[in-house]
């Protein structure tokens, strides 16, 4: 059995998620970021909203600012969180 | 040499100064700038302001970030001090401090570290409003040009 990744979810995400933090194996056929949320929306209505098509989600892989295309690979640290608004 | 804290505590603007400065003399000029909670937004009334981070992710940009304006500007130092949780209005937030043999270097990078720091570090911003509302800070596109003005430079 795969390491699992490990997800965060940060501000307005992680209130529409439900959750700051989780574990999963990645499931079949999810190698790259635009597929795992693909995968996420399709897991139930606070996912579905938090991940709206068109919406603003970023994400980084292993604490780097990652792209829709960004691979993903067993043991993974991914987040998502809106654009950031620091300073 | 570069400073990068992330804290809930208030910062201290004079030691945090002197500690940039200490046991050296070949600076010239120390850019400061100083963030803080202003008491409005859109017109309504803020009570509170708080600020999420991505603890590990959030030190790493912030280190990446200092590292790019020490080498762009050649600056003999630079400090970055940003605050997290609950604040009230009138607190500091942010700290910039960025330390060059001359003024212009100085000056120009303390903006950049500011412009950057904005657009580039994982911190969320969630307003309290005295009518009992909370919500969180949408990013700006002022924000975005401003830090985007200095990929020309």
């Not at chain 1, 600012?65 to 998502?80: M, N, V, W, Y």
């Not at chain 2, 762009?72 to 960025?98: E, K, S």
Request: charged share 20%; hydrophobic share 50%; glycine share 10%.
């Amino acid at each position: 059995m795969s390491q699992p990744v490990r997800i965060l979810y940060f501000a307005w995400l992680r209130e529409r998620v439900g959750t700051a933090e989780e574990a999963l194996a990645l499931p079949e056929g999810v190698g790259t970021v635009a597929a795992l949320i693909d995968w996420l929306r399709a897991r139930g209505p606070g996912f579905a909203a938090a991940f709206a098509p068109g919406g603003s989600v970023r994400c980084a892989v292993n604490q780097d600012f990652a792209t829709p295309q960004t691979t993903l690979a067993p043991g993974d640290e991914i987040a998502f969180f809106p654009p950031v608004t620091g300073g | 040499m570069a400073t990068v804290r992330v804290q809930a505590e208030p910062f201290d603007v004079g030691a945090a100064m002197a500690a940039l400065g200490a046991g050296r003399n070949d600076i010239g000029g120390i850019g400061c700038f100083v963030g803080t909670v202003r008491d409005t937004a859109g017109g309504r009334k803020i009570t509170a302001m708080t600020l999420e981070h991505y603890p590990g992710m959030t030190e790493r940009a912030m280190a990446a970030i200092a590292a790019e304006a020490e080498a762009r500007f050649d600056l003999l130092g630079c400090t970055l001090i940003h605050r997290i949780g609950t604040l009230q209005p009138g607190a500091a937030i942010v700290l910039v401090l960025a330390a060059a043999p001359h003024r212009a270097a100085a000056l120009a990078a303390t903006g950049f570290l500011i412009d950057w720091l904005k657009t580039r570090a994982p911190f969320w911003k969630k307003e309290s409003f005295a009518d009992g509302a909370a919500e969180w800070v949408a990013a700006h596109d002022a924000d975005a040009a401003a830090a985007a003005r200095w990929q020309h430079g």
